[in-house]
C-alpha cells in the first residue's frame, strides 16, 4: 500500500506562513500529479494546488501568488509553501497522490493536517 505521512500545519497569525510536507512511500508506479486539497468546516473539498508529472503547476485562485507547490522526486515529497495566511485559509489540508502505472489508477490521501489562521 502507499502511504503518505503530512506534516507543517498548525496556528499561525494573519500574515504569517507556514511549510506543508507530504512524503510518500511504498508501491508506486508511475506519478501523474501530486496536489494539495482543504476542507474547512462546512464546505466541500477543493484543490488548492497540483503539480503535474511534467512539471506543470496550477492554484485555486484564492491562493494564487500566495502559496507555492513543489515536490522533491528523490524523496517523493510533495511541499506547499503558504505565505501571507489569511483566515479564510484555515482548514484541514490533504496531499493527494495520482498514480496511474498500475493495473488500474489509484488516488492516495494523506491523514490531513489542521491549519488555523488566527490572532
Known amino acids: 500500500q502507499v502511504q503518505l505521512l503530512e506534516s507543517g500545519g498548525g496556528l499561525v497569525q494573519p500574515g504569517g506562513s507556514l511549510r506543508l510536507s507530504c512524503a510518500a512511500s511504498?508501491?508506486?508506479?508511475?506519478?501523474?500529479?501530486m496536489a494539495w486539497y482543504r476542507q474547512a468546516p462546512g464546505k466541500q473539498r477543493e484543490l488548492v494546488a497540483i503539480?503535474?508529472?511534467?512539471?506543470?503547476?496550477d492554484y485555486a485562485d484564492s491562493v494564487k501568488g500566495r502559496f507555492t507547490i513543489s515536490r522533491d522526486n528523490a524523496k517523493i515529497t510533495v511541499y506547499l509553501q503558504m505565505n501571507s495566511l489569511k483566515p479564510e485559509d484555515t482548514a484541514v489540508y490533504y496531499c493527494?497522490?495520482?498514480?496511474?502505472?498500475?493495473?488500474?489508477?489509484?488516488?492516495?490521501w494523506g491523514q490531513g493536517t489542521q491549519v488555523t489562521v488566527s490572532s
Open positions: 503539480i503535474m508529472r511534467g512539471g506543470s503547476r
Open positions: 511504498g508501491s508506486i508506479f508511475r506519478i501523474s500529479a
Open positions: 493527494n497522490l495520482h498514480d496511474m502505472g498500475g493495473v488500474t489508477p489509484r488516488d492516495y
